[in-house]
């Protein structure tokens, strides 16, 4: 029964023309979908990774808590302090004894972004310094990434943009919509981005960044908005 | 993907693909849908394809690719069939044919589509395919002894098709 079941189908699939299809067409496709599950993915990373510290950064500066108080930076720009985590914890002291995975300082203050030492899955910490305390402080992950204003006078702001990039050699442009755009220091499949603008916060205007991570070979490889 | 790698995809899509679309055809019984599961089924593969040729479990993914890919196609709602839809799995034996019937090339498809699909794909990756038992659970993502269950089941229905048993008749006469 089964020999004579087999006869039976290999002669009904037997067909004059064999099946072979253009094998570059399918790389081409197989390509095409590399690429664009790959940005999914690495915009889904960072919407999770952020979504925690939306909720730390708008708690933290809701209830208005005091910088951590170690020596470390302590610059007279480095004078406010701030650390959230991406679980949405606000951090004190400890944040700053952490492992500096990367760092842009200037001379209106500093970002970086810390880990926990020693830990499989560690915990980031998302950190900033700045001269003075802002009033109102826009903040927390939208699209992935996450913008923190600092004031530096009447005239002038900071802005950080922090997000993910995955990858070697990666390149990161952030546009800040001042019509200047930037690029970010990227380590450690992470980013950072510090920008003056020639614009006051808190302003009657609203912040945003546009980020545009490109792989080693100058490809798109990741587009967020905040 | 590093271009030796590419290269042996390339050559496992040349030489492959048609033996991929045959198992697809038993499937869903029509040769068109056939290849547009196989050529999906292709580009699937393209993604892991560095991950699996390690694992050197080509052949056995790829058959698993093939097979829910057009299993998938035959669980699309009817609006998005395309023209031509209806005729699907609808292949009867043409009584004009004579030729044709004494080939009973449509035969065995008729009898196919009348059985459950998981049973069908059964009868196709262990009859068709020639692959053991372990080898077919795991292309159908269950256990063994559902395939050897299901397997039992569907053979019984075909026994019991009344155009197989014309078959064994003819199959008699000819000696």
């Given at each position: 029964m089964t020999r004579e079941l087999k006869n039976l189908m290999d002669r009904a699939t037997d067909r004059p023309d064999l099946f072979i299809p253009d094998p570059a067409k399918l790389v081409s496709a197989g390509r095409r979908r590399v690429r664009n599950r790959r940005l999914a993915g690495s915009l889904a990373t960072l919407v999770m990774l952020f979504a925690g510290v939306t909720v730390a950064i708008d708690l933290q500066d809701t209830q208005g808590a005091e910088p951590a108080g170690t020596p470390t930076p302590s610059r007279p720009q480095d004078a406010y302090k701030l650390c959230t985590t991406s679980n949405g914890t606000a951090l004190a002291d400890e944040a700053w004894s952490w492992d500096e995975v990367l760092a842009s300082t200037d001379e209106y203050g500093s970002a970086s972004i810390r880990k926990t030492p020693g830990k499989e899955y560690?915990?980031?910490?998302?950190?900033?310094?700045?001269?003075?305390?802002?009033?109102?402080?826009?903040?927390?992950?939208r699209g992935g990434i996450l913008l923190r204003k600092s004031p530096i006078d009447r005239t002038r702001s900071v802005t950080t943009v922090f997000g993910r990039a995955y990858g070697e050699q990666m390149r990161v442009l952030v546009d800040?919509?001042?019509?200047?755009?930037?690029?970010?220091?990227?380590?450690?499949?992470?980013?950072?981005?510090?920008?003056?603008?020639?614009?006051?916060?808190?302003?009657?205007?609203?912040?945003?960044?546009?980020?545009?991570?490109?792989?080693?070979?100058?490809?798109?490889?990741?587009?967020?908005?905040? | 993907m590093r271009k030796e790698v590419e290269a042996d995809y390339v050559d496992f899509v040349t030489h492959?693909?048609?033996?991929?679309?045959?198992?697809?055809?038993?499937?869903c019984g029509d040769w068109k849908r056939a290849e547009d599961a196989t050529q999906e089924a292709l580009i699937r593969l393209y993604r892991v394809w560095g991950r699996i040729q390690r694992k050197g479990s080509v052949g056995?993914?790829?058959?698993?690719?093939?097979?829910?890919?057009?299993?998938?196609?035959?669980?699309?709602?009817?609006?998005?069939?395309?023209?031509?839809?209806?005729?699907?799995?609808?292949?009867?034996?043409?009584?004009?044919?004579?030729?044709?019937m004494l080939e009973n090339r449509l035969v065995i498809?008729?009898?196919?589509?009348?059985?459950?699909?998981?049973?069908?794909?059964?009868?196709?990756?262990?009859?068709?395919?020639?692959?053991?038992?372990?080898e077919t659970a795991a292309v159908l993502g269950c256990r063994p002894g559902t395939v050897?269950?299901?397997?039992?089941?569907?053979?019984?229905?075909?026994?019991?098709?009344?155009?197989?048993?014309?078959l064994h008749a003819l199959a008699g006469l000819g000696g």
């Open positions: 560690p915990m980031y910490a998302f950190c900033i310094t700045q001269r003075v305390r802002a009033t109102s402080v826009p903040t927390g992950g800040t919509g001042d019509r200047k755009s930037g690029e970010g220091v990227a380590r450690s499949d992470f980013f950072v981005y510090r920008h003056v603008e020639l614009r006051p916060w808190p302003g009657g205007w609203k912040p945003t960044a546009t980020v545009r991570i490109y792989d080693a070979n100058g490809h798109l490889d990741a587009f967020g908005k905040w | 492959q693909a048609n033996s991929l679309c045959r198992t697809a055809y038993l499937l056995s993914y790829a058959r698993k690719v093939v097979v829910s890919t057009t299993l998938d196609g035959l669980r699309r709602k009817s609006s998005r069939e395309v023209v031509g839809g209806d005729s699907f799995f609808a292949a009867e034996v043409d009584p004009g044919d004579p030729l044709g498809t008729q009898a196919l589509a009348e059985l459950p699909t998981r049973q069908r794909a059964c009868v196709v990756l262990r009859y068709f395919d020639e692959l053991s038992v372990d050897k269950s299901q397997t039992m089941r569907a053979l019984d229905k075909l026994r019991n098709h009344p155009a197989l048993a014309e």
